[in-house]
């Protein structure tokens, strides 16, 4: 892999630290704060999806290790580095779900530009890790999706 290739494709990496360490306290912020007739379920939800946040961000963190490169590690370097905003507190139940489903699209497309990189770099360890992720946030985006409406 080139010098460039590898650094663009640990770049983007390393964005998805960003963006799932923000996704992390965004979804914890929603399921401590969801009201309304569906509480139950999207408290539920947001803490299944906090929980793989969790993972994602590991598992991430560990591949640019091993890559011999430096995952993000603040909350303020992953403010500025991730493509999604923390939540505002001001949310309604469904406006958080949409926010969710809008914030998992970006990353869906930024998670096409690294598995086409990686696939050309030839490093289908992190190739297969961001499909992975992908392919997870697909299923998620149609499900709440669905629960939207």
């Keep these: 892999m080139a010098v460039n290739d590898t650094k663009k ?9 960003a963006n799932w360490t923000v996704l ?11 009201k309304g007739h569906h509480f139950f379920v999207l408290h539920d939800k947001f803490e299944e999806l906090y ?3 969790a993972v994602h961000i590991d598992e991430l963190a560990e591949r640019l290790l091993a ?3 430096n995952p993000v590690a603040t909350l303020k370097e992953s403010l500025e580095m991730a493509s999604i905003k923390e939540a505002n507190g001001e949310q309604d139940a469904e406006s958080m779900v949409q ?3 809008d914030d998992f699209t ?5 998670l096409k530009e690294g598995i086409d990189l990686a696939t050309a770099a030839g490093d289908d360890t992190t190739g297969d890790m ?3 992720v992908h392919q997870s946030l697909e299923k998620h985006n ?3 999706k669905a629960y939207l409406g």
């Design 51 to 53: 929980n793989e946040a």
């Design 106 to 110: 970006i990353i869906i497309e930024e």
């Design 99 to 101: 926010s969710i489903v």
């Design 130 to 132: 961001l499909l992975a």
């Design 142 to 144: 149609w499900m709440l």
């Design 9 to 17: 494709l640990t770049q983007i990496v390393n964005k998805q630290v």
């Design 24 to 34: 992390f306290t965004k979804l914890h912020n929603y399921h401590w704060y969801v």
């Design 67 to 69: 890559l011999e490169e």
